[in-house]
């Protein structure tokens, strides 16, 4: 039988993972998410989330575990409340609305000895400075003695068929002892194990450094690569042989740009906190921010130079765009470089198709037709681009029958009609 009651307050690709574990291991799980399409699929069985199958989300909801609500009227009565809302970036601000109306909403049904925990990324000091008076002020009790608060980053990578929510490690943290106790011991129920730090500011700042480093780290590679095809030298086969040394060095490869909830936002979000509490400039993201935000141009450049050299101008060339979100074998669209890449394909007058074979809820936010990969899309299109190096794509066909292909992934590798990023 369901015991304690959890909600899950936002039921994308973070938290619907949650709620699936949670509902799992015994808990009576509302998943809450503002979307009522969404709520729609998920209450008829259909997951939009890969890492979710239909399935495991039947079974949830055919238990009576699992329940997903539009508001929060079936939130009364709760233990535990983990919140995975958007974080995003607005006019290059933190955005914390999201952390902000799911606080209020909350804050009417906390209770003595419930747990609130947040899970969203944003920049050290949220939890404390901003989820938990707003909490307090919403029920009248006090954190840390009548309810219990803490901040666990969430670690989901989208697609990866190795790591997952229940056996990735899970930093957790609380305001108090007593808080980080009842935060680890909730997911030590569905998570092999859990990594405690002293206060949520730490665990705040480690989902930040971990998406630092990447961003960086694919900054550095990205500007290689633009002037290792200047200097007409293989990236690629520079990379592989770098890989090759067992110690002092991890791979990172090159690509149209970074996209995703964390690498266009995170790094921003440390940078925005340093600036604003210490008036100074955190050089590395910055930079690594102006490489990457310009790899999407870059890609173009080359696009147009290589049809130039074909005697064609981008203006009417019909260019097959293949992918769309922002990783391998995901439908995950958010940040992800082939939006802005197709736009200024568009303002150049190409006319684009896009295949993306992992469209679930939602669609493309631009005017461009979504095609399937055929023989005959292929073999019409001027040039094929690859974005995204979807697993399911007969790469084989392309290599074979494109005219002409720009690959940002080197999942072809150069041939006579292909040319790698």
């Not at 699929?41 to 238990?63: H, M, P, T």
């Not at 999201?98 to 000895?113: F, G, N, Q, W």
């Not at 870059?298 to 064609?312: E, G, H, I, P, T």
Request: proline content about 6%.
């Amino acid at each position: 039988m369901p015991e304690t009651k959890v909600i899950v307050v936002g039921q994308g690709y973070v938290g619907l993972p949650v709620a699936m574990l949670a509902a799992g291991a015994g808990f009576d799980v509302v998943g809450i998410d503002t979307d009522k399409r969404k709520v729609d699929w998920l209450n008829s069985g259909r997951s939009y989330v890969e890492d979710i199958s239909d399935e495991q989300l039947l079974e949830a909801l055919n238990s009576n575990s699992y329940r997903a609500r539009s508001d929060y009227s079936d939130a009364c009565g709760f233990s535990v409340a983990v919140i995975t809302v958007p974080t995003p970036l607005t006019e290059s601000r933190p955005d914390l609305s999201y952390i902000e109306d799911a606080a209020r909403e909350l804050s009417p049904h906390v209770t003595k000895s419930c747990t609130v925990i947040l899970e969203s990324t944003t920049y050290p000091g949220t939890t404390e400075q901003l989820l938990v008076p707003i909490l307090e002020q919403g029920s009248g009790l006090k954190a840390g003695i009548d309810f219990f608060v803490g901040y666990s980053p969430e670690r989901i990578d989208p697609g990866n068929a190795h790591w997952n929510l229940a056996n990735t490690p899970k930093v957790v943290s609380g305001i108090c002892t007593d808080s980080l106790r009842k935060v680890q011991d909730f997911y030590n129920r569905f998570v092999r194990c859990t990594v405690p730090v002293s206060s949520p500011k730490e665990a705040e700042l480690t989902k930040l450094l971990e998406n630092t480093f990447r961003h960086v780290n694919i900054a550095l590679v990205n500007e290689l690569a633009v002037y290792a095809n200047e200097l007409g030298i293989n990236i690629w086969e520079s990379i592989e042989a770098a890989s090759s040394k067992p110690f002092g060095y991890m791979k990172f490869v090159p690509g149209p740009g970074v996209g995703g909830h964390c690498l266009p936002v995170d790094p921003s979000y440390l940078s925005w906190e340093v600036r604003r509490t210490l008036g100074r400039s955190f050089r590395f993201v910055e930079l690594a921010n102006d490489i990457n935000d310009h790899m999407p141009e870059y890609v173009v450049q080359r696009l147009s130079l290589a049809l130039n050299k074909r005697a064609l101008p981008i203006m009417g060339s019909r260019i097959l765009m293949i992918g769309f979100a922002y990783k391998r074998d995901s439908g995950d669209l958010r940040e992800s470089p082939a939006e802005p890449l197709a736009r200024m394909l568009q303002l150049r007058g190409a006319n684009l198709r896009i295949v993306e074979p992992h469209l679930a809820i939602g669609s493309i936010p631009l005017d461009a037709p979504i095609v399937e990969l055929t023989e005959s899309e292929v073999r019409q299109a001027d040039a094929v681009l690859i974005v995204t190096d979807h697993s399911s794509v007969d790469y084989g066909m392309i290599k074979r029958l494109a005219k002409f292909v720009l690959d940002t992934r080197n999942v072809i590798g150069a041939q006579p009609n292909v040319d790698v990023l």
